[in-house]
């Protein structure tokens, strides 16, 4: 039998500075919902010593559970192992870097009391650098263009979720992960709350923008067709110019007697057509890529070590 009130899935990398003072918080404020709690800390092969600091939390309180993984999975992956062997009859699921406060736990709880299985966070007042900022407003337009999904640049991974949306979401085992798409997914009584979001203390996001690039590329591979569908109507596009263009030269030729000129124009013409069928073709391998990493079905993540029974 369940008796655990809250689970707190938090992934960790690059915030070692940050784990004492995050579990001090957490424990002030959990204990203000429940005792029956726990944080789950997945150390996502942070290259400092997080998951010493992990395990000394582990050792001196029975509530902070530490998963190790055998190396960098993801931001999305590691929250998927957290998620995976969490146990509460609610999950919050934050950043480890203290971006997302432990006292707006309260808020995400007593709004989800209401009546509703999934409680975001609105960062109101991003506390993130101008770069971190564009480029996130940037991945969201275009992932909101190719995947027909309104989606709010002010809400990351800071939410609280029932058991029985948790259950849901641990039944989707795709390769390509994104926690708050397959929420926004799957439908169930969600509200989105204003939420205070502080500065980073202690390092800076791991997140560059070819990291950006790379999520956004994976984001709407798994999630739209969209991109085959551009290619095909880009395509017809061209095919229907070059049908009006043959047609005008040919009047052109037996009205005017105008003959056809350039062997640069040709050349050209071929250039242009060559490359956008390797373009298109580059855009069906990507999906028959991802095709083929799915089919392999390797596990989503490997871990090397944990602080409890994962039977438990």
């Known amino acids: 039998m369940n008796n655990i009130n809250i689970s707190v899935v938090i992934p960790v990398y690059g915030c070692n500075k940050s784990l004492n003072e995050l579990y001090e918080r957490l424990n002030k404020t959990l204990v ?3 005792n029956k709690y726990e944080i789950i800390l997945i150390n996502d092969a942070s ?4 998951w010493n600091c992990i395990k000394e939390l582990a050792k001196s309180d029975d509530r902070v559970k530490g998963i190790n993984l055998s190396r960098n999975f993801g931001q999305h992956y590691a929250i998927t192992a957290g998620l995976d062997h969490a146990r ?3 999950i919050v699921v934050m950043d480890c870097d203290l971006q997302d406060q432990p006292e707006e736990i309260i808020k995400l709880y007593s709004k989800a009391q209401e009546g509703y299985d999934i409680v975001f966070g609105r960062r109101v007042n991003r506390q993130d650098s101008f770069f971190k900022k564009l480029s996130s407003k940037l991945f969201y337009r275009v992932y909101e263009y190719f995947s027909e999904l309104k989606v709010d640049s002010s809400i990351a991974n800071f939410s609280i979720i029932s058991e029985k949306v948790l259950k849901s979401l641990n ?5 390509n992960r994104s926690y708050p798409h397959f929420i926004n997914w ?3 009584k969600r509200i989105d709350i204003n939420i205070e979001h502080a500065k980073r203390p202690n390092g800076k996001t791991s997140y560059t923008f070819s990291k950006l690039v790379n999520l956004a590329i994976n984001n709407i591979i798994s999630q739209s ?3 085959l569908i551009l290619s095909i109507k880009f395509g017809f596009l061209i095919s229907f110019f070059s049908m009006i263009t043959g047609i005008w030269l040919i009047i052109r030729y037996y ?3 105008i003959t056809v000129e350039g062997w640069t124009s040709v050349m050209v013409s071929i250039y242009f057509i060559a490359g956008l069928i390797f373009a298109n073709m580059g855009i069906l391998g990507i999906y028959i890529g991802k095709i083929f990493d799915e089919v392999k079905d390797k ?3 490997i871990i090397d070590e944990m602080t409890f029974n994962k039977d438990c």
Do not use: A, V
């Open 171 to 175: 039944k989707i085992r795709e390769g």
């Open 47 to 50: 290259p400092d010593e997080s």
């Open 32 to 34: 203000t919902i429940s």
């Open 255 to 257: 009205i005017q007697g």
């Open 225 to 227: 067709n969209k991109p």
């Open 299 to 301: 596990p989503l993540y």
């Open 186 to 188: 799957m439908g169930y």
């Open 88 to 90: 509460g009859d609610w």
